[in-house]
């Protein structure tokens, strides 16, 4: 152990090998944080601590098993797999199996992801006639999540004036009464959803102090990663485990808490030295990812935060070259300049595509970077889209192991009930469900009395619903004593999807096959890797169920681009990185400018962007941009302000005379010009092959070039880049917000701001 030791620095090795009470590890962005928790666990073991008293909570089923891969190869898998290592919605789920009778539920119950949580919302919508354009299903859950991520319950929800008024301001008085029937249904359904995993550990802590006291005295530590992002209900979980031992170390960096829309408090990081009176602090500075110019450049945006608990990030590496700030005349033509860079990079050799990334505020921009990636030939993919375990056919099959393993899940049964066909129709459901909910029982009740009692079904929906329980019943017996693979392969066989997605020989109906056969392959690894007495179908589908989008990468996703908002990219890394964007009213958002405190984590997110980066960060906005159809002008960020002008070079897409130096900051800098497309092959996209102007010793209050001295008037013939040739119709404003209404003989009337137009005389 004493080799491994010998690794670190002298900052991480101090947080390694003081283990006991409380420790606040404030780790910098790409200062071996993963690496410092665990060789702390390591530490632990090797110190005699028996691997099942120590507690390791993350965010992301990935980073548990990469502690757990690391944490083996030091000290060996024997006692690395007797970890409880594990995301906080995992470990608290295995807390709340066995438990859960106390709180009414069955130890088999269903974790309804965020697509089954908004469906059954969206029903309920629908049966009190609510205006699904006002109570729009995903802002309700979005409503539901945060509630009870404050532990609100349903009845403390209904009582709150305060919530009530804010609702009804919103006009969405019956807000109270979704929250109400949804948790009904859940409860009913013997159903849990994330946020209950969280809630309802909280409740079973309060309501049993004897099992407190018991999982209290199961840990002697506990490790908690990425401590900036807990949010309340995780604080009070972590802070009562923690009472009796106070051996509680948490790992993060407040200067990227950026989840405070999800529930996240920076005040947890940062009141730690509150809570934990005799802490000790440990700081890990070094940054081992970036160089040392985005490193300096980032800290000079951070520093302007005044909530922050103050550190010293470094880095030993090269210097590296400055930050790109690239200001384009329009977002279509910064998708270009962007496509033009990467396939620069990549022809010369310098790169490979899944080096790359461009990062957005909001999901909205990925179209202008899609549609020039896919002109220009660049493979690319959107970094969040839909999961695999989203998918419809995976979705089906998942529910029939779902209701398999728990047979209070109307709508797993409601999904897989007709699934393939087999005669039971919308009616029949329907009247099944009524009978149901006027009787206080679960459909499947409803199902195993059929024989005896009359709902109002003909014969043949009676025989084929009890054909469907028998089959239900024959895959029940086998939860316990047949694996997750075999049972499962069995499941997609007999119920009939296996035989109805191969019957079907469209290129999608093979795409799904071949889906279903790669679920079954997950089945097979989850049983050779999990141990003997948990490979079974409950626990297989507890592991599906808390997958994040970070764990379920495939092998086609490896060498593209990756597009992504800020906010997915968070723990992740790239050689080079372009920030999209960089206007006022979009980074910081329009939403987020009300308050110093929403700008604060604006900038860090800005930082975590920034931060991504290993080698090259460019950053671009655009002088217009479309919303909703019509043409905007737009300011740089402030947070380009914000950036320490010496490790900035700034380029413009606006040729050398374009830019009238009596109004420019930049009058009487240097000015040379860079070709940015050198790519042979345009793969049919728009002439943007201008150059970029790089003006150097840029200010760091950065603003968009002004047009030229062209004389604009009403009759003018004038010459775009873009547009061609045109008249003059109207000219509007004076100075830096003129306009001019031009009709150009291709691409019809635009309305252009001209200090960002490039016109020129027409010959």
Known sequence: MQDYLNQLNKAQREAVINTEGPALIIAGAGSG?????????????????????????????????EMRERIASLIGEEKAKYLWAGTFHSIFAKFLRKEAELLGYPSDFTVYDTQDSKSIIKSIIKELQLDDKIYKPANIYGRISSAKNNLITPAMYEANQNIRIQDEKS???????????????????????????????????????EILRKYQEKFDYILVDEYQDTNLSQYLIIKKLGELHKNVCVVGDDAQSIYSFRGAKIENILNFKNDYKNYKLFKLEQNYRSTRNIVEAANSVISKNTRRIKKDVYSENEEGSKIKIIEA?????????????????????????????????????????????????IPYRIYGGLSFYQRKEIKDLLAYFKFTVNKRDNESLKRIINYPKRGIGKTTVEKTEYYAEKNNLSMWEVIKKLSSVDIGLNKRAVNQILAFADMIEEFSGKIHSVNAYELGREIAQSSGILKELFSDKSPEALAKYENVQELINGLKEFVETAPPEENTLNYYLESVALLTDEDTETDEDRNKVTLMTVH???????????????????????????????????????????????????????????????????????????INPEYIDFYSAFGKNDINFS????????????????????????????????IENVKSSVVPST???????????????????????????????????????????????????????AD
């Open 33 to 65: 944080k993963t690496r410092v928790l665990t060789y702390r666990i390591a530490y632990l073991l090797q110190k005699g601590v028996k691997p099942w008293r120590i507690l390791a909570l993350t965010f992301t089923n990935k980073a548990a098993k």
């Open 171 to 209: 006009r969405r008085p019956e807000l109270y009464r979704i929250y109400k029937i949804y948790a009904q249904r859940c409860f009913k359904a013997g159903a849990m959803d994330f946020d209950d995993l969280l809630l309802k550990t909280n409740i079973l802590f309060r309501k049993h102090p």
């Open 329 to 377: 005349l329009t977002d279509s033509e910064e998708g270009f300049i962007t496509a033009n860079k990467i396939s620069e990079s990549v022809l010369s050799g310098d790169t490979k595509y899944s080096d790359h990334a461009v990062l957005y505020r909001t999901n909205a921009q990925s179209r202008i970077f899609e549609e020039a990636f896919r002109r220009s030939n």
């Open 568 to 642: 997915s990219a968070k723990g992740l890394e790239f050689s080079d990185v372009y920030v999209a964007g960089m206007e006022e009213k979009l980074f910081p958002s329009e939403m987020s400018s009300f308050s110093p405190e929403d700008i604060e984590e604006e900038r860090r997110l800005f930082y975590v962007a920034m931060t991504r980066a290993k080698n090259n960060l460019t950053l671009t906005y655009a002088g217009q941009r479309y919303k909703w159809g019509q043409l905007y002008d737009c300011s740089p960020s402030r947070f380009i302000k914000d």
């Open 663 to 694: 109004h420019s900051h930049f009058a009487g800098k240097n000015i040379t010009n860079i070709d940015t497309d050198k790519t042979a092959n345009s793969g049919g996209k728009p002439n943007f092959n201008r150059k970029l102007t790089k």
């Open 707 to 761: 047009y030229s001295d062209l004389e604009i008037k009403e009759g003018a013939k004038v010459k775009h880049g873009r547009f061609g040739t045109g008249t003059v119709l109207k000219v509007e404003g004076t100075g830096q917000n003129a306009k001019a209404l031009i009709k150009f003989e291709v691409a019809g009337t635009k309305n252009l701001l001209l200090k960002f137009a490039k016109l020129e005389p």
